[in-house]
């Protein structure tokens, strides 16, 4: 029954495998490019993320190079995650109700459909296969026994075990490394024998999982070495991601009135950061009996932290690595509850949190997108109609799937497999989908609009115009509306750079608008 019910919840998720991928996603899927053509991330194509999730869209792009792998990969990802839940939820309380409690309540209110755009920005985010890694770890923590010798080896390989995965996450976004607390912290209280292990069996385990946890960061760290391309390695994804985080607070004091503020703001408006929490309440509680009942609490607090480092823009990506953490404390607590609540109080809690459910999250949505996608997967609506779903191409929206699949449709028309083209804006499906390569390793307009390391030579306005000089593009395409209020726009940004301008005006004419673009074409004499 409860088997059903989450393949139900499954199979309700299908029909997003009609939607387009996210300008994110867009971006991962073509540094995955470049690496499957023998390029590199940092030297080839430029992008702050850490590069667990560039090596993961190439893999994924070598299965299958279709922008559905972007929900396909989204749905196996959740679908694991539930369930390592249901063991999981059974080695914090001992209640096979609590694992089953923990996968049904992530699949139904963490599902993305819910979110805006029916979840086209967060499916398949870092944050997606870092919330499946660390629900992995916790698992393995949770087979540890320190305290029965005959099983010593096996305890040692499921805490280095443990490390690899949480290593794994640090590749994925360097922020992850936080979830080394609730692990460090399983490994004291997740421990099932009866007697106290020794201290020499607890300290051996987190050595395990520390040394586990270094090992895929050094290889990552070795890799670009060995290809020279370190220094453009830590400018990426360490100088470029403190400023990027540091910009949005004012001060340390800002940073820690965000974190303790932002999951009560969050909880008003995601039914499952709502339960959540309130299943943290009540297992502190339970858990001065039974420090294993922390455990979730303990997660859900280095998810928050998680989400703060990143700064406080509140982007929707950066809360789906709380998912699992929320729904096993939601599960256990629901679970313990029920064991000791008697039927009227049972009734009356249901009715309050389902009424509470009902009001915070949007439902009505979720079953309108899903019920759109369908149609889609269903060939009942033209590819042009359903993707103008996802942003309306003439509308001023920053991402819109109609127009950048109409710009890759231009661009893959109006040039030859060899040629480079350029799009100075931030609609990465342009080159995804067109099967271009760009023309500058700046494949996307913030580096250079904001001056990161403009005084290094090949950064800034001077790095990619000598890109530009070099491969000179068939194409350029410069974008409107896609970086205010926060900043410039691309093509306003553009025009404010003297020798971009000349570089463009000599070698180039305007040929169209095309929606959100500007489209020149190169002069046949230059």
């Known amino acids: 029954m409860l088997a059903a019910a989450c393949a139900a919840l499954l199979l309700v998720r299908l029909p997003s495998l009609a939607q387009p991928a996210g300008a994110d996603q867009a971006l991962y899927a073509y540094v995955g490019q470049r690496i499957l053509d023998g390029g590199q991330p940092y030297r080839d194509a430029w992008d702050q993320k850490p590069p667990g999730i560039h090596f993961a869209y190439a893999a994924l792009w070598r299965l299958w190079p279709h922008e559905s792998v972007v929900p396909a990969a989204d ?20 209640s096979e109700a609590a694992g089953w409690a923990s996968a049904l309540i992530f699949l139904l209110l963490g599902n993305p459909a819910l979110g805006r755009l029916g979840g086209v920005r967060v499916r398949s985010q870092a944050e997606v296969f870092i919330a499946l890694f660390i629900t992995a770890a916790l698992l393995l923590v949770a087979r540890l026994r320190p305290g029965a010798e005959a099983r010593s080896r096996r305890s040692r390989f499921a ?4 490390g690899l995965l949480l290593g794994l996450a640090i590749v994925f976004k360097y922020n992850a490394a936080v979830f080394a607390v609730p692990l460090a912290f399983g490994v004291f209280v997740l421990d099932a024998d009866s007697r106290r292990p020794p201290a020499a069996a607890w300290l051996r385990n987190l050595a395990g999982l520390a040394a586990g946890a270094l090992v895929i960061p050094l290889a990552t760290v070795a ?12 400018r990426a994804t360490i100088t470029y991601n403190v400023r990027y985080s540091g910009e949005t607070y004012h001060g340390p004091l800002h940073a820690v009135s965000y974190l303790l503020t932002f999951p009560i703001g969050y909880a008003r408006v995601d039914p499952l950061w709502l339960v959540g929490g309130a299943g943290c309440a009540v297992l502190l509680l339970f858990g ?33 690595q709380a998912g699992p953490a929320f729904a096993l404390a939601a599960g256990c607590a629901a679970a313990l509850s029920w064991q000791r609540a008697g039927r009227t109080v049972r009734i009356a809690v249901l009715l309050l949190i389902a009424i509470a459910v009902w009001r915070v999250g949007d439902f009505r949505r979720g079953w309108d997108y899903t019920t759109y996608d369908l149609a889609g997967v269903l060939g009942r609506l033209d590819r042009d109609t359903y993707l103008a779903r996802y942003g309306r191409a003439d509308s001023g929206d920053k991402y819109s799937a109609l127009a950048v699949h109409q710009l890759a449709d231009y661009l893959r028309a109006h040039s030859s497999d060899g040629d480079r083209v ?21 494949f996307w307009s913030r580096p250079v609009i904001v001056g990161f390391e403009a005084g290094e030579p090949r950064y800034g306005v001077r790095g990619l115009l000598d890109d530009l000089q070099t491969a000179a593009p068939k194409i350029v395409v410069l974008q409107h509306r896609d970086w205010d209020p926060d900043g410039l726009n691309s093509d306003e940004f553009w025009r404010t750079q003297p020798s971009l301008v000349a570089w463009l005006n000599a070698h180039y004419v305007k040929s169209t608008d095309l929606h959100n673009f500007e489209i020149w074409t190169r002069q046949a004499s230059s």
């Open 159 to 162: 805490a280095l075990g443990a």
């Open 288 to 320: 001065l009996r039974s420090r294993a009942l922390w455990l979730p609490v303990a997660w859900v607090a280095a998810a928050c932290l998680s989400i703060a480092i990143n700064g406080s823009r509140g982007l929707p990506q950066y809360f789906v």
């Open 422 to 442: 350029f799009v100075f804006g931030f609609s990465p499906w342009a080159y995804v989908g067109s099967d271009r390569v760009s023309a500058s390793r700046f």
């Open 223 to 234: 890799h670009f070495a060995y290809y020279g391309i370190f220094d453009d390695f830590i």
């Open 75 to 94: 749905l196996v990802l959740a679908a694991v995650t539930a369930v390592l839940l249901i063991p999981l939820g059974r080695a914090v309380t001992g």
